[in-house]
């Protein structure tokens, strides 16, 4: 590719900028579009905006492109710094108040007033985190929301996103909000009720927490979007490194999403409490496109002294700042101590030292609210505080302005007060007795939990610290229940263990502990935490013997749940369904029993005993029927025509999809909806049904939501199992339309996306993204039937590549992992990938007779010997007798005997199950052989009925056109 246009752009730093980049692409050789694009992970488009857009481009894009490129990032960041503050932008913004940070301040502010995307401010506590976003948000055009993370124990999840929804709110009454919610879905207002009471209706209620924790990301993806829409808004977080895990999925699937919302976030660096799965979730949405990261660092001498000037210190001399300085090191938060502080040459280096020595002179009032304000540890207001500290609310007052004209404490627009810095706060509570600590913290639990409306997790914590815990375990199942409204299944679940621990102090009652413990269960096993589940069977099962039949049964299905799951032992998962079946007999039918059957017939299907399986899944639906639970028939019944369509009887699954759908009036809800659509196209893709029917039978469920605007993982496996037959029918250019409205993020829920655009890549010619996706595809699990599912079209990509020793090794160990395995059937396309790398390898010049060619052979005829069930048997094969004549050519062709007649019946078979490309891939090999034999006749034949079949296939298409030159 030769120069690309340049913008046409008066003299100044942008132009500066568009020279400098179009210098880079020059030394580096004028790369394509396309190709920065695969490099940069944005689009062609993007980048040509970037290199002939007449527009200042993000930061982000700039830098990504000049990476991708070899070019100097400070160099170029110092362009772009220089081009965002000029004048050709729009109007200088007036001079913060805020030391140094200047060019930092315009990337933030810049942001906040941009399109969206997320900015993350990290850097160590007290360096100025806060301060640069509050200065950035002075001057945005945008308002502004905040909310702020608080550290607790136990996670109280969604606390700063309520504060967020709660700014937007009161700015206006409310006004605002309420004409974003009558532009949303229906079902929005209520399910942002469960943040915002002020909304004035009940909160939505469900038992199903997957499908509410996405029903209600969707309603606050859906009002942000609107609230956007008519006026600018822009959010910002703090302190996120402390938030809740919901909180982080939350603004996950927004930003995945892309509304226009901008948020900025700050992040403490230097926290050694921060969990691994947090700094995971950080560099995880760090790689989004169009995220971008502020570092602060300390301050020069220079900075330190417009500091000292902004804070109405006296400056002295020069020598004075310079000792500050040198003894700060920049640090913004050290700099403003020492200075309050004078020039005490006694005062030790460690800042706890400092903050000790600045609590020691106050007076008896400040210390007492001081002291209450450390152990609240969060905004409190004058009313509470009065309360805490047995002052009149008078005194108070006068004691808080004290308090701000020393830099002690912070006040917030609403009157919410807290300490300014949580090291003040910690230095605070270090003044204090453990006793009175543990009196204070009564003191606030009593009062937070007599005023009504006080977060219940909060309040537990309280508690906790006060050592009161049978208070304690009352409030964390409170907790426990706004975490399970709230979707916060992890939250929930520590909760729950927090409980169990607390029943060792004999303080919670029998029956109370196995509520718990199965409440913990399920909570942990929604979450997916599988190994603790496994941990709170082996270590806190009740005694299952001293409880009643019914909740023993309960019991001992989670257990039968953990071995089959965890420790892989179907057999032993058995045995323990049996005994919660025994538990059972003799009692009214009822759920428990519906769940303990389904659990059963999984354990049984693992075990290849797929009558037994049958025939429990079949009870399970006659108990639904008897107890005229149309909604939990819809379920098993789909679960049941699953099973009887993987099993080969595509009609009677079918009849099971019927009747399933007939014990409903309308719709079964979006989430029953999607799990039916899930199994139904499933099972007409097993057996390769034609693309229309599979789209048939996701279209219910796709309405469903669409009209309700939500997207959930069951409901991405839908749409991909739709691109997938689009794909399989050989139908590429409709493959990729469906592509389109299929989430793709680097969430776990939307890896059925990544997967189908990967195998769509592969057909398209862009191999390499392809096998780049599947080796990020970890996040859904190291199962061998996982690692299995990735290597085949990864070694499917490399073939294309003329890679067939690659392929060979990426899928060879991986398929013999999975051999024991019954689910093995479904495997016939890893053993063709397979037999296709031994013949391209021993079909490359020399390599035919070699010993390491012969071991191929042998090694494929091995591990077809050795597979559980054969699935290149016509008898078991979905792909029937295509697959296994397949087979047989690659084997033949590995030892250069396959024929003609060998390859067209397979191509054949392969048109019967409506696969062009798989037809194509057969007469290709025969138009070879042909030629091979000197029947060029024939060959051109077979070439040109390959190339109408492969017409969507690049590869494919560019191996026949080069086969017939």
């Known amino acids: 590719m030769g120069a690309l246009p340049s913008p046409d752009l008066p003299p100044g730093a942008h132009q500066d900028l568009a020279r400098a980049l179009h210098d880079l692409h020059h030394r580096a050789g004028w790369p394509s579009l396309r190709s920065l694009a695969r490099r940069t992970g944005v689009s ?95 001057l945005a055009d945008a308002y502004v929301a905040v909310g702020r993370c608080l550290p607790f124990s136990t996670e109280v999840p969604l606390m700063p996103v309520v504060e967020l929804m709660r700014s937007i709110h009161d700015s206006d009454d409310g006004r605002w909000i309420d004409e974003a919610l009558a532009d949303c879905p229906g079902y929005a207002r209520e399910a942002l009720a469960r943040l915002l009471p002020e909304l004035g209706v009940d909160a939505a209620t469900t038992d199903d927490v997957d499908f509410a924790q996405q029903h209600l990301y969707a309603a606050v993806a859906a009002v942000l979007a609107r609230l956007a829409a008519s006026r600018p808004l822009a959010l910002v977080v703090e302190d996120l490194h402390v938030s809740d895990a919901t909180t982080l999925d939350l603004l996950e699937y927004v930003l995945s999403r892309g509304p226009h919302v901008p948020v900025a976030v700050t992040w403490r660096v230097d926290d050694p409490k921060v969990p691994q799965w947090r700094s995971e979730w950080l560099a995880r949405v760090q790689a989004l496109p169009g995220t971008q990261t502020v570092a602060l660092g300390p301050l020069t001498l220079e900075e330190t002294c417009d500091q000292l000037r902004l804070a109405g210190w006296p400056d002295g001399t020069p020598d004075r700042a310079q000792r500050i ?49 450390g152990v609240a540890d969060r905004p409190v207001d004058v009313e509470l505080l009065a309360d805490a500290t047995g002052l009149d609310e008078d005194t108070v007052l006068v004691t808080l302005r004290q308090l701000a004209a020393r830099h002690l404490v912070s006040v917030g627009p609403t009157d919410m007060v807290r300490l300014a810095h949580p090291l003040l706060a910690e230095a605070a509570r270090r003044r204090l007795l453990p006793g009175e600590v543990r009196r204070l913290h009564r003191t606030f639990a009593e009062l937070l939990g007599r005023a ?142 519906v769940h303990v059957l389904d659990q059963r017939a999984d354990a049984l299907m693992d075990l290849a005993r797929y009558d037994e399986a049958t025939r429990d899944l079949q009870s399970a639906l006659d108990a639904c029927a008897e107890l005229d639970d149309d909604a939990l028939y819809f379920q098993t019944a789909a679960t049941l025509a699953w099973h009887v369509g993987h099993l080969g009887d595509l009609a009677a699954a079918l009849e099971l999809f019927r009747r399933a759908r007939s014990r409903v009036d309308g719709t079964a809800g979006p989430w029953r909806e999607a799990h039916l659509a899930m199994m139904h196209t499933d099972v007409l893709l097993q057996h390769h049904r034609p693309p229309h029917e599979v789209e048939a039978a996701a279209q219910q469920a796709l309405d469903l939501a669409r009209e309700w605007q939500l997207d959930f993982h069951m409901l991405t496996l839908v749409k991909a199992n739709v691109v997938e037959a689009y794909l399989d029918a050989g139908r590429t250019g409709e493959a990729a339309v469906r592509l389109v409205d299929v989430p793709r993020s680097q969430s776990y829920d939307d890896w059925p996306g990544q997967w189908v655009a990967a195998r769509l890549d592969i057909v398209q010619g862009r191999t390499d993204d392809a096998i ?10 190291g199962s061998p039937r996982n690692r299995l599912n990735r290597a085949v079209w990864e070694a499917t990509a490399l073939l294309w590549q003329d890679e067939p020793v690659q392929a060979w090794d990426v899928l060879r160990d991986s398929l013999e992992a999975f051999l024991d395995s019954p689910g093995i059937v479904d495997y016939w396309l890893a053993f063709l990938v397979l037999a296709r790398a031994a013949a391209d390898l021993c079909a490359s010049p020399g390599r035919r007779a070699t010993t390491e060619a012969t071991t191929a052979i042998e090694d494929l005829a091995d591990l077809r010997r050795r597979a559980r069930f054969d699935p290149l048997d016509p008898r078991r094969s979905s792909a029937g007798v295509a697959a296994g004549t397949s087979w047989d050519a690659e084997l033949d062709r590995a030892r250069g005997v396959d024929t003609v007649d060998q390859w067209s019946r397979a191509a054949t078979a392969w048109g019967h199950l409506g696969r062009p490309h798989a037809a194509a891939y057969c007469r290709w090999r025969a138009a070879q052989v042909a030629l091979r034999e000197d029947r060029g006749v024939v060959a051109a034949r077979l070439l040109r009925r390959a190339a109408g079949e492969a017409r969507e296939h690049v590869p494919l298409s560019r191996a026949i056109a080069e086969t017939s030159r």
């Open 44 to 138: 062609h488009t993007t980048v040509s905006k970037v290199l002939s857009g007449r527009g200042l481009p993000p930061w982000g894009t700039v830098e990504l492109l000049v990476e991708a490129m070899g070019g100097d990032r400070p160099e170029f960041h110092d362009l772009w710094l220089a081009a965002s503050s000029t004048g050709d932008e729009g109007p200088r913004p007036p001079p913060p108040a805020i030391a140094g940070r200047r060019a930092e301040l315009v990337v933030v502010r810049h942001h906040l007033d941009g399109n969206g995307g997320l900015l993350v401010v990290t850097g160590e506590a007290g360096i100025g985190k806060s301060t640069l976003v509050d200065a950035a948000a002075s």
């Open 325 to 373: 300085h040198r003894r700060s090191r920049g640090h913004p938060l050290f700099t403003a101590q020492l200075a309050i502080q004078g020039d005490d040459p006694s005062l030790p280096p460690l800042l706890a030292d400092l903050l000790d020595r600045r609590l020691g002179d106050l007076s008896p009032d400040q210390d007492r609210v001081t002291t209450a304000l």
């Open 452 to 593: 009504g409306g006080a977060d219940p997790a909060v309040v537990a914590e309280h508690w906790r610290l006060s050592g009161g815990a049978s208070e304690e375990a009352r409030w964390r199942a409170a907790a426990a229940r706004q975490a399970r409204r709230r979707t916060d299944p992890r939250s929930e679940a520590e909760h729950w263990l927090r409980i169990l621990e607390l029943g060792r102090q004999h303080v919670v009652a029998p029956e109370g502990l196995v509520t718990a413990w199965l409440s913990a269960f399920d909570a942990l096993q929604l979450s997916g935490r599988l190994e603790a589940c496994a941990a709170l069977v082996d270590d806190a099962q009740p005694d299952v013997d001293a409880l009643p039949d019914e909740q023993a049964a309960k019991v001992i299905r989670r257990a039968a749940q953990v071995v089959w799951l965890v420790g892989d032992d179907p057999e032993a998962s058995v045995v323990l369904a049996d005994r919660a079946l025994d538990r059972l007999a003799g009692h009214p039918v009822g759920a428990g029993l």
């Open 772 to 781: 780049e996706t599947m080796r990020g595809l970890v996040k859904v699990g």
